[in-house]
């Protein structure tokens, strides 16, 4: 009985074997074949070598009768020329048969047979004997083939990759993927319309290579400002790059960052440029005093003085420098200063600065109402800008609109919260030669008293307004009080009846009492605005489709759209050279290629 089972258990091994060697193309009958046929070559050869003895001629070697193929051999010949049959019909095998150019018509086989290989080849997840050093490994979709067409084992392609010694190219994107991105960056506003000019080209250019460049040449400021502004984005600008920036000659500089300069790089622009007029740089954290003494002992003549982020400079090195370089500035800008330049300082600016023409002061957390009135007896200013983080009264602002609004070209003021109605009054009496006017977050001003600035006013009409986030602020009232707050329908009206035919930059952002009929009444069918370049009416959410292919109707010149908020812009075709940006699951077309298209 025992006999039997053992018997049994034998024949169900040697069944389970036979079909794993059968479902391989592997054939027992074949495998003992080839090696009885090596045993008798191996015998063979040993005879013929006792019987040569020491003679040194060369025979030629054996070469057995080539055995007739099983009928396995036979069905897998048949079975591989079908295949290939079956490959040299198809589209892929006419690809790249069109992309072997100068090659003869008789390697249609040798094609054939590579194509039929590859299809063979082991799929992720079986067994393979490593072509180089035999190991059996895991097939992954990373495996990599070897010099015989084989494939290779992990530690064989490294070696095999670190022999080559040789790049893959970049795999380049279709024409259809690169179009769809264009598209996207016209619609961003982040590419203009066409090709770029031979010069924009240029300095691109030279910035995608600023380390291999040894000097700029003459090239014009124009020039070196784009520069600046480029390589100040891609963060380029080092100790090493500012030196292309430094001629003696030149009367102006324009560093756009300066987060990787320290103090000595500050006295190298200061020593290599003796006469500079003009001294404009951005995120200067590391300038300390001594940079503003070493300006002050060689006693130059610095006419327009522009710096973001001084942080180290004291309130006394301010104070010295308004007092023996004042007179001499004609332009004043800061920005972002927390640690120094407090009331006093603004005073002893006020008193110094007596042909100061353009004054920006912006994010200073030290100055209040005293900076303010200080600010008031300048009387030479022609442009000033305030954004100060302190709370103020109404009061300062009314001073200064009483005393310099006669002789001001551009105003900006930006959160002031308790500025009232009557500032506006004041603007519209004493205010007759703007061309700029930004009132910007503010929850004061009522929509009566802003049309009313506009209605008849004598000032000639502005280019650039700005009232962004001017509103009524009551989240338990959305749709604020009975009497409109900030900018709403009314003073809409009466702003582009005033300024429509002149204004290019306009900003309504968050404007939300502005209703849709006044939407319809501005830009109606009759109605044009040849200059406006630039429009945001972001969260404005009355603006649908229709009112955005009016305004691309009424604004020819429009080049940008901005629309955060939007979300009743759903399908709007959009005219060629406008970047509409901010819109969220809307479908704009442009040029024949939707957006959604291009996701």
Not at 1 to 6: L, N
Not at 373 to 385: G, N, Q, R
Not at 454 to 468: G, Q, S, V
Not at 513 to 531: D, L, Q
Request: a negative charge; charged letters at 30%; proline letters at 6%.
């Amino acid at each position: 009985m025992k006999g039997e089972m053992d018997e049994e258990k034998k024949k169900t091994r040697r069944s389970a074997l036979t079909d794993f060697l059968a479902s391989n193309n592997i054939s027992a009958a074949q495998i003992r074949d080839d090696y009885d046929r090596r045993v008798a070559d191996a015998a063979r050869q040993a005879t013929n070598e006792e019987e040569d003895g020491d003679v040194d001629m060369e025979e030629p070697e054996y070469e057995p009768t080539p055995e007739p193929d099983s009928p396995e051999d036979k069905a897998k010949k048949r079975k591989r020329q079908q295949a290939i049959e079956k490959i040299k019909k198809s589209k892929e095998f006419a690809r790249r048969k069109a992309r072997r150019v100068g090659e003869p018509d008789d390697d249609d086989d040798a094609l054939a047979n590579e194509m039929v290989d590859e299809k063979e080849r082991p799929v992720p997840g079986q067994l393979e004997n490593c072509e180089v050093c035999g190991k059996r490994f895991t097939v992954t979709p990373y495996s990599k083939a070897g010099p015989d067409g084989g494939l290779l084992c992990a530690e064989c392609s490294k070696k095999h990759v670190d022999g080559d010694n040789k790049k893959a190219s970049p795999k380049k994107p279709t024409p259809g993927i690169r179009r769809r991105q264009n598209q996207a960056d016209l619609l961003d506003g982040l590419v203009s319309q066409g090709a770029q000019s031979l010069l924009e080209t240029c300095i691109k250019k030279v910035a995608e290579n600023i380390s291999d460049v040894e000097e700029f040449g003459d090239l014009p400021p124009p020039v070196m400002q784009r520069l600046s502004q480029i390589l100040a984005r891609r963060r380029a600008i080092t100790s090493t790059t500012l030196d292309l920036f430094l001629r003696p000659q030149n009367k102006e500089i324009d560093i756009y960052d300066c987060a990787k300069l320290g103090t000595d790089d500050y006295h190298k622009i200061l020593a290599t440029m003796p006469n500079l007029t003009r001294l404009n740089l951005r995120f200067v954290t590391p300038m300390k005093d001594r940079i503003f003494q070493y300006m002050m002992d060689r006693d130059m003549n610095i006419q327009d003085l522009h710096l973001d982020s001084p942080n180290l400079v004291t309130d006394e090195v301010w104070r010295e420098l308004f007092t023996r370089l004042g007179p001499r500035l004609r332009s004043l800008k800061l920005w972002n200063l927390d640690s120094a330049f407090d009331d006093e300082t603004a005073e002893v600016m006020a008193k110094n600065c007596t042909q100061l023409q353009r004054l920006k002061l912006k994010h200073l957390n030290k100055i209040g109402d005293k900076a303010l009135e200080a600010i008031s007896t300048m009387k030479t200013l022609e442009h000033l800008s305030l954004h100060i983080s302190q709370e103020t009264t109404p009061e300062p602002l009314l001073q200064i609109i009483t005393e310099l609004g006669s002789n001001l070209r551009s105003l900006s003021l930006e959160e002031f919260y308790f500025a009232d109605d009557r500032l506006l009054q004041l603007i519209r009496q004493k205010c007759r030669r703007l061309t700029k006017l930004r009132l910007a977050i503010n929850a004061e001003f009522t929509d009566k008293a802003l049309s009313d600035l506009f209605h008849e006013w004598p000032n000639p009409p502005l280019t650039f307004a700005d009232f962004h986030r001017v509103r009524d602020v009551d989240m338990a009232n959305p749709g604020g009080p009975p009497e409109p707050v900030g900018l709403a329908s009314n003073s809409f009206i009466a702003l582009m009846e005033h300024s429509g035919a002149r204004l290019q930059s306009l900003n309504v952002a968050s404007c939300r009492h502005i209703s849709h009929a006044a939407y319809e009444t501005v830009f109606g069918e009759n109605k044009r605005y040849p200059e406006l370049k630039y429009l945001d009416i972001s969260f404005n959410g009355v603006v649908d489709d229709y009112l955005a292919q009016c305004i691309f109707r009424c604004c020819p010149a429009l080049t940008r759209m901005v629309v955060f908020g939007c979300f009743k812009i759903r399908d709007v075709k959009v005219p060629r050279g406008v970047a509409v940006i901010g819109t969220v699951g809307a479908k704009l077309t442009i040029d024949g290629i939707t957006q959604k298209e291009l996701v």
